[in-house]
């Protein structure tokens, strides 16, 4: 078999295996061209399949997966998706320079590996991927300081990682996704402090939490969400109170709730 042939019959091939075997400039690969011609010849590359001179990034992974010790060398290649891929499998001791790699997912990739202490730094960093990456890091104070980050990205991060009693500082953020995520995991002594968000969503979630006493204000809320998911927990005791709403569906709601406590303390079926 010719050393350029594919090893596989097309029904055979791989789910990534294309006849647009090329590399990143366009070139067609050829193996006997490559310096890892001995891997190739040991089965350790293949092809079409596991090839560092592939333009795809899967076949480029799969290599450095099967041969990692090779991916020292190719921490400064040309081609900024192997550089990307390679830091995932290179020695971690060669990884601090790539912090000032001029593409941004090769610094998310040493910022996924390196410690703690040695990415700090990189909360300035001009790319929110890497400030993203970096706040899936941290902890305690130096994520908190990551909520005066300009991209709601980052802060989403932040407070999908913040301990609920630490949320507090994020409740007026400016972005209805962050606040929908504070309001889900904000430690319950603050719901209170949510209850007049200006985003009904936001509210609707609050009404999903708060303790009963606070839900007889969101069961009068504007919104028809947030009313009808308050009015799901308000104690039976409290739905007459709101039998004159407006809205039919609200009607319905307080109907069915009251029509199954009556089921409940009734459960012969009389009523009486």
């Given at each position: ?7 596989h ?29 001995p ?10 399949r ?8 899967r ?56 410690p ?28 908190l ?50 209850l ?62 009251l ?14």
């Amino acid at each position: 078999m010719n050393e350029d042939t594919p090893e596989h019959d097309a029904a055979d091939a791989p789910a990534d295996f294309t006849n647009e075997i090329v590399d990143w400039q366009g070139q067609q690969v050829r193996c006997r061209d490559c310096r890892h011609e001995p891997m190739h010849r040991d089965g350790r590359c293949q092809r079409g399949r596991s090839c560092v001179r592939d333009r795809r990034a899967r076949r480029v992974d799969r290599f450095f997966r099967h041969n990692p010790s090779v991916a020292d060398e190719y921490l400064d290649h040309p081609y900024d998706e192997v550089r990307a891929i390679a830091v995932r499998y290179c020695t971690i001791f060669r990884l601090p320079p790539m912090l000032a790699d001029p593409e941004g997912e090769v610094r998310v990739g040493a910022v996924l590996r390196l410690p703690v202490a040695r990415i700090l730094p990189m909360s300035t960093d001009p790319d929110r991927r890497v400030r993203i990456a970096l706040a899936s890091r941290l902890e305690g104070k130096e994520l908190l300081e990551l909520l005066a980050d300009a991209d709601a990205g980052v802060r989403l991060m932040v407070v999908r990682r913040l301990a609920p009693e630490m949320l507090l500082t994020a409740v007026r953020d400016v972005d209805p996704d962050v606040r929908r995520w504070v309001a889900r995991r904000i430690a319950p002594a603050y719901l209170s402090s949510m209850l007049a968000d200006p985003e009904p969503t936001v509210r609707q979630i609050l009404a999903t939490r708060v303790p009963t006493s606070l839900l007889a204000i969101l069961a009068t809320d504007e919104d028809l969400r947030v009313r009808y998911t308050a009015i799901e927990r308000l104690p039976s005791d409290m739905l007459h109170e709101l039998a004159d709403d407006d809205e039919p569906l609200i009607q319905d709601l307080i109907k069915c709730r009251l029509s199954e406590d009556i089921r409940k303390e009734h459960p012969d079926g009389t009523g009486t």
